[in-house]
């Protein structure tokens, strides 16, 4: 095959993916009762289409792309907030969940066609990421922007391209602007690129050669990409200029709530459980264990692996996927050594262990033997797409049966049964 038909096809693989996750996405998305955390934000997207105003609140909401990003649904759907309905809203998540398949392009020929493809499989099926791109908050933005600021930093240090040090700094500018816990994964990327280094360092002999990529050219225009962005959303479009200050002031009152968490206090292995051993009073043993096992395949593989001169090579993309799983343990970490804990937080760390596990099933693949007629290969590919069928129909139900059931889903966290948004739209009313 050459290689501009394996790369037509891996493209065609790609959208073929996005039309399945957003597929899997769409239906039913006004049925389960808004979130109060969804029916705040969606009152605050409401306030700006019905107004055309918005000013940040350093105290609440989080930051305001999603609100802005909520526009051009609304203008498609309804003449005034209370015309809109859940599905609205709603689908500004989807979207960017979808769009996470749609950025692994650039990351494929790092970590391999194979990998990428198999990530957007774990991407367009994992129950977390399907539940929480059917929700409206920031979340699932929070993870489409920091992974398109990775993906952008790691095709500039590849390739010196001033476009994707802009494009690197613009997502670390949404990012700022979409919710104040971006800093928490930006900590993990900076410990990820550091324990890569010392890695490369230990196992190679040698130092990677990143320091040319620091140039001054392109960071100045990483910089300034990522200040023009955030400085545009915080300042609602120079209308708004205290929101800028508001911003930096607001991690005060962010920081004092992560310590004290009050009604979300909960231990450290919150997201472990939910994420791999969760067994409701009644029902179902709810696990993603196929994803993280694989991860730690995919990671540990990595680490074992020897790149010659400490120099990454264009198949494989070890220093990538090294980085991938240090960033991933790092945040994870950090997330559950905070007291205040919500389980759509777990996202960031999850899209990484996902990105990992693409690379595991890959290479579990390819280091199966293919004696005997290529039998042990075919049983271990087989293996693998069971698990993805198993998990496929756990995000089902999770999303489509059993959608508000606080006793057995492990993603239904503080909802009522009330729908949030009639009541915000009642009381706009009086």
Known sequence: MTPRRGTALFSLAIVLLAAGALAFRVPRL????????????????????????????????????????????????????????????????????????????LVARAIGYGAALGAG????????????????????????????????????????????????????????????????????????????????????????????????????????????????????????????VDSVAAYATYFRRGTEAGDHT????????????????????????????????GFLGSLARRVPGGEDVREGGENLVRFLGFYSLALAAVYSAIPYKTPWCMLSFVHGMILLAGVGAWRLVRWAPRRFFGVPKALVAMAIAAGVVQLAWQSYRLNYVFSTDQQRNPHVYAHTSRNVLDLARFVENL
């Open 266 to 297: 909960h231990p450290w292995h919150f997201y472990l459980e939910r994420l791999a051993f969760y067994r409701p009073a009644r029902g179902f043993f709810w696990s993603e264990g196929l994803i993280l096992g694989l991860a730690a395949v």
């Open 30 to 105: 006004a049925e389960r009762p808004m979130h109060g955390d969804e029916a705040n934000q969606a009152y605050k997207a409401g306030w700006l289409f019905d107004r055309g105003e918005y000013q940040y609140d350093p105290h609440e909401y989080h930051g305001p792309t999603l609100y802005w990003l909520t526009l051009p649904s609304l203008w498609l759907s309804a003449d005034s907030y209370a015309q809109s309905d859940e599905s609205d809203y709603r689908i500004v998540a989807v979207v960017f969940g979808v769009g996470l398949v749609l950025l692994l392009p």
């Open 121 to 244: 499989v774990f991407t367009a099926i994992s129950p977390a990421m399907v539940f929480y791109a059917r929700y409206y908050i920031q979340e699932t933005l929070l993870v489409f922007f920091t992974f398109g600021a990775m993906a952008c930093g790691w095709r500039y240090v590849r390739g010196r391209s001033w476009g994707f040090a802009a494009a690197a700094g613009a997502f670390v500018g949404l990012m700022f602007a979409t919710k104040e816990t971006w800093i928490l994964a930006a900590a993990a990327a900076a410990i990820g690129v550091a324990f890569t280094a010392v890695w490369i360092r230990l196992r190679e002999g040698a130092w990677p050669a990143w320091r040319a990529a620091l140039r001054p050219g392109p960071a100045a225009a990483a910089l300034a990409a990522a200040c023009l962005v955030a400085v545009l959303f915080y300042s609602s479009f120079g209308t708004h200029w205290q929101g800028v």
